[in-house]
């Protein structure tokens, strides 16, 4: 008996600081949990690095559409290389090691990745609006030197916005961190920076893009109408009417892609006013991260583009000399 009162002896992360968390035991499901992050992870950053090659490498995809594309991928793969290795360390191990300057520059990346694939959905966003709605206007606003700007400048705006709102609440603002623990890595926010939070980085993005899209959607129902109808009357139907298509084609493949970060995004912030289940949202963060590796998969069902150049990167031919000039559509893809 006396051997089992000592092993359920409570255990702390830093047994010499009184004020220290409580260390929780390791269970088998821990290694799993590990494995399976080390899958994911892998996984994840595979498919993106190929989306990444494939849109640097290939002038023919050289496009804006394309630059935003490369920037979610950007973000996805930066998901699966550091949020993923974080994130399970941080679900498995009740205590965190590596110091307080080093949690704070983490939280930081943390928040900064996942804000900044919402900001380039926002971008796709506009840009189909403009390509769809706008057709005659879009080749003089959305060049390549303004949408590449506007890339930087949403990864700026959120780096700002997410590194204020770490280095406030976790190093100035202490008014409400009562029940922290020494070994702790994470940031109690007051309920003026939740709100403000979720406008920011929910609601504000989330209305903006539903907005867009269905006026896309909209506009696009309208042009094939017209386009049918000239085809089934046996009217010639004009370079331009095949150009709209195309982006109408365009709009609903990144539309896809957009809907599924809102269907995983959506329930998450949802979860974190109303549930205080910690499995829950748990849950619901990695299926948000899941996501970074669905994107690829998207763009291999709908983009002949992207299955071309996969083949190209594998079987190592964009190492040939001139292989960026390749042309890899054919009159009907995009």
Known sequence: MAYETEDQETQYCFPDINSSCVKEQHSTNGYIIYLFVSFLSAWTVFLNLLVIISISHFKKLHTPTNMIVLSLAVADLLIGLIVMPVEAVKLIETCWYFGDTFCGFTLILIGVIPSASLGNLVLIAVDRYAAVCHPLLYPQKITMANMLMSICLSWVYYSTYITTLVIYNRYFDTSHRTDECYGQCLVMMSF?????????????????????????????????????????????????????????????????????????????????????????????????????????????LFYPWFKKTVKHILTMTICQLASSLVNIFTEHEL
Not at 202 to 230: A, D, W
Not at 256 to 267: A, D, E
Request: glycine share 4%; net charge positive; charged share 10%.
């Open 192 to 300: 003026s920076w939740i709100l403000t939070d979720l406008f920011v980085c929910f609601v504000f993005p989330c209305v903006l893009i539903i907005t867009l899209y269905l006026r896309i959607f909209y506009v696009v129902h309208q042009q094939v109408k017209v386009i049918n109808s000239l085809m089934k009357g046996g009217k010639c139907v004009t370079e331009g009417s095949v150009k709209r298509k195309s982006e109408s084609k365009a709009a609903l493949t990144l539309g896809i892609i957009v809907s599924v970060y809102l269907l995983c995004w959506i329930p998450y912030y949802i979860c974190t006013l109303t549930v205080n289940s910690s499995t829950v949202l748990s849950v619901l963060t990695w299926v948000l991260y899941a996501n970074s590796g669905l994107n690829p998969l998207v763009y291999a």
